[in-house]
Every structure is written in structure tokens, then in C-alpha cells.
Nanobody
Framework: QVQLVESGGGLVQAGDSLRLSCAASGGTFSRYQLGWFRQAPGKEREFVAAISRSGGTAYYAGSVEGRFTISRDNAKNTVDLRMNSLKPEDTAVYYC?????????????????WGQGTQVTVSS
């Protein structure tokens, strides 16, 4: 059983940067692919970014590619999401998730463990 706790959300202005962090406990961290998802009010939860077990490969949604960077530290059991050039449409609750599969999967349905989420609000 893996427990995930996100931090770092907040209220920022358009164009600003923000870094989200997710700390894991209760499992072998390096065995999981890790992802960030987000959910805006009235919308489905959507994929944002994911990173392979070793951290060598990252995947991004088209809407954030070039602006967001996912990274992980297997020694510290953390995964970060660095968000630059934030836009009002990035406003959402951001969730960290862990997937036991060795294959990258974009759908949230495949992720086994979830954090409680952290709110990111970008004002125009």
C-alpha cells in the first residue's frame, strides 16, 4: 500500500511558476510509474504528466508540454511537477498517482494509488 501526499499548490497569476511535490510512503517507490493528473470543476480528471520508474522517460499532455516538467527522486521518494508560464486554464485540483505497471498508461483508471490533491488557481 502506497500513501501519496501532495503539496505546493496555491494561487498565482498568469505567467507565474509553481512547483508541486508529492511524497510517497508505504511501498517500494521505484517500482511505480508516477503521474500527475488534474481535475477542474465540472470536468473529467485528465492526464498531465507521467514519469517512468527510473525517471528516464517522461510523458506529457499536449496542453502542458514545454511548460511543465515532471521529475522524481527515488532516494527521497518524491515526484515533482514544475509548472511554468501558468495559464488560467491550468486551474484545477492536481493529483499525484502511482501505477504498478511497467507500461506507460495515460488513463487514470490504471493508476492504483492516489493522493488527496492540491489546489492550483491561476488568475488572469
Amino acid at each position: 500500500q502506497v500513501q501519496l501526499v501532495e503539496s505546493g499548490g496555491g494561487l498565482v497569476q498568469a505567467g507565474d511558476s509553481l512547483r508541486l511535490s508529492c511524497a510517497a510512503s508505504g511501498g517500494t517507490f521505484s517500482r511505480y510509474q508516477l503521474g500527475w493528473f488534474r481535475q477542474a470543476p465540472g470536468k473529467e480528471r485528465e492526464f498531465v504528466a507521467a514519469i517512468s520508474r527510473s525517471g528516464g522517460t517522461a510523458y506529457y499532455a499536449g496542453s502542458v508540454e514545454g511548460r511543465f516538467t515532471i521529475s522524481r527522486d527515488n532516494a527521497k521518494n518524491t515526484v515533482d511537477l514544475r509548472m511554468n508560464s501558468l495559464k488560467p486554464e491550468d486551474t484545477a485540483v492536481y493529483y499525484c498517482a502511482a501505477d504498478r505497471s511497467q507500461v506507460f498508461r495515460r488513463s487514470s483508471a490504471y493508476y492504483d494509488y492516489w493522493g488527496q490533491g492540491t489546489q492550483v488557481t491561476v488568475s488572469s
